[in-house]
């Protein structure tokens, strides 16, 4: 009975930190949700479809190959679409109509703008007689990454061409001359094939179309684009009100030095600031009662270490818990960065508003805080699910998954060992034989998740036989004949060997009364509080009820009553039982040494039972009179 109830006990607490905790990880839930608004996506795809895709006539971006296609994409798609002039109807826009996307949905965020890296010219080409009297180009490298200053056409720089280079009326000036990251608040960014510095030479859009166009053309005729080039970047933000929702584009192409070119891009929405109506209260209510959670956790742990010390980090949950506060601090910082960000960009934008200056605003920055936030809030909701195990462990079956893997621990290390060693030899072995004739395997990491699809039956042997026909049947026969079948195999009866061990150890455990008890337990004492009936009501009047209320005013004498109660019932049963067995020993001496046999039916021998626990029970209740009467 103390085990029962101790195991009540142990459900009720469980419950009580589930229910707690379950509040928490719906804050983090709905956090997580108005952080990531279910509209981004249709707003990005929304950009995609006019700027990226083609078809029905129009180039998108996912076609370009050439320096051609690129400045026809210029002229045509991305200028049509960032400066319309009519609508579906072929009717002249308003003025004010004009500043709107092609969408009719979002409007411009100051124009957009080109962003050029370039490399300068090598100082020894190994095959100067061939190349001559062009020199040979490196790919951008920071070190060979050109920031000089020239004049209009890639000139070298002087004061006669700096003055008509320079003229406000030149749609290419200040093109020439390299801008530092730090003052457009520019970030490297990683490309398709390279990585590329956040300044660069800056080619700026007006917010009118025909000047764009010749913008275009002055950018043509003064060859902006050469041999050094290595990377243009087109970058623009639009709003769109009606989802309150800001959209950052980059449009990435690579000139590679090998000739050719790579397109990459990011489009990614995003919400700067904070609104004030009931879904934005909702959000502050969501974030305070999370910064009050992680206040009180972090009490509770420093409270713990203090009394436990150092023994206080060997158990696993205590490192997640500790890791979970320091998620929950970081992401509360970054969240504070972000919105600083944010409001100097929007108060820079209401002030080239007023001043209708026309420059482009950098939004790169807060996209990159907004991931980070993103990142560390979305570890931190992964965790704090984790932990639910933490709260149901109280249950060994509950966490039979963790107890699987951490009973075959050491056999899945050294399995994991070797079969990191034989997936790396394959990885190395595909990307050497495939690299140079497929996309598939041209690098390291290209090749691990082109073998790892394999697992799921993902595969291209066609194009492997035709890349190299000698060796691509012979490295695929053997991938999978030792990864797949071998190795895969052996880690399943690993697992197959632990749960076994597992299931076997809580057979031998007793039942526990889990949670499920303790909830129908409670539900049944309200419901029968609620439904109770006339009858409940009325005093109950036997002898029992009289004992236990007389006895209340005295708990301890009820005690040792009931105790002294107890001990005589369990004599008279004792003698009843001798008695009985007394009275079957003489039955069987009469009977001479031979089995007794009774001569009444069973229906005879049920009375007798009967009678005998009717006298029993007069007994009992002969001396509970008597205590009564005592009390």
Known sequence: MRAKRQEEHKAKKALTRLIIYAIYLSTLFIISYLERDVNSFNYKSNIENYMYSGGNGK??????????????????TFISTMYPVKNYANKNLKVQEKRMFRDDASVRVRPAQLRQLRTVPAAYCSVKKITWPYPCVHGYEKEFADAAEYCAG??????????????????????????????????????????????????????????????IKDMIEQNWIDRQTRAIFLEFTLYNAN???????????????????????????????????????????????????????????????????????????????????????????????????????????????LTQEDKFINFNHIIIWDNIFNAVFAT?????????????????????????????GSDIGGFGFIFLIIYVMFVILGTLLFGVQLRDYRDFFS??????????????????????????????????????????????????????????????????????????????????????????????????????????????TFD???????????????????????????????????????????SERMATDTERNVYKHDKRVHFDDIMFNFL
């Open 59 to 76: 180039q998108g971006f996912s076609s370009i190959n050439r320096t051609e296609d690129f400045i026809n994409w210029l002229n045509t």
């Open 154 to 215: 890639w000139k070298p720089l002087d004061l006669n061409c700096a003055a008509y280079t320079n003229q406000k009326s030149r749609f290419t000036a200040g093109a020439w001359k390299y801008t530092d990251a730090e003052s457009i608040w520019g970030t490297p960014k990683t490309g398709e094939y390279g990585t590329y510095d956040g300044g660069g030479y800056i080619l700026r859009f007006t917010k009118d179309k025909d000047k764009g166009q010749l913008l």
């Open 243 to 353: 989802s309150n929702l800001f959209v950052h584009a980059i449009f990435l192409t690579e000139f590679l030095e090998t000739g050719g070119l790579t397109k990459w891009t990011e489009i990614q929405a995003f919400r700067p600031i904070l609104i004030s109506d009931s879904i934005g209260n909702l959000k502050a209510f969501c974030y305070i009662t999370f910064i009050i959670y992680i206040l009180i956790t972090t009490t509770k742990v420093v409270f713990k270490i203090k009394i436990n010390g150092c023994s206080f980090f060997t158990h696993p949950w205590n490192l997640v818990t500790i890791f979970s506060i320091f998620l929950g601090y970081t992401s509360v910082s970054v969240y504070i960065v972000r919105t600083i960000f944010a409001k100097k960009a929007m108060k820079l934008f209401y002030d080239k508003l």
């Open 380 to 408: 931190l909701v992964f965790l704090s699910t984790l932990q639910l195990l933490n709260i149901l462990g109280y249950n060994k079956r509950f966490t039979q998954i963790i107890s699987v893997v951490v009973n075959a």
């Open 447 to 556: 090749t691990c998740g082109t073998l790892a699809n394999s697992f799921i039956g993902k595969n291209n042997l066609k194009s492997m036989v035709s890349a190299v026909p000698t060796f691509a049947e012979f490295f695929y026969f053997m991938y999978m004949f030792c990864v797949i079948m071998t190795l895969i195999t052996i880690f399943a009866a690993i697992l197959n060997q632990s749960i076994s061990n597992v299931n076997a150890s809580l057979n031998i455990e007793y039942n526990k009364l889990g949670m499920k008890f303790y909830i129908s337990k409670t539900i049944k004492d309200i419901l029968g509080m609620v439904f109770k009936t006339e009858t409940d009501h009325k005093p109950n009047v036997t002898k029992g009820n009289l004992y236990r209320n007389n006895a209340s005013a005295d708990s301890e």
């Open 560 to 602: 040792v009553l009931h105790l002294l109660s107890r001990s005589l019932h369990q004599t008279i049963d004792r003698r009843d039982e001798k008695t009985y067995e007394k009275y079957i020993e003489s039955g069987k001496r009469e009977s001479n040494g031979d089995v007794f046999e009774s001569s009444k039916d069973d």
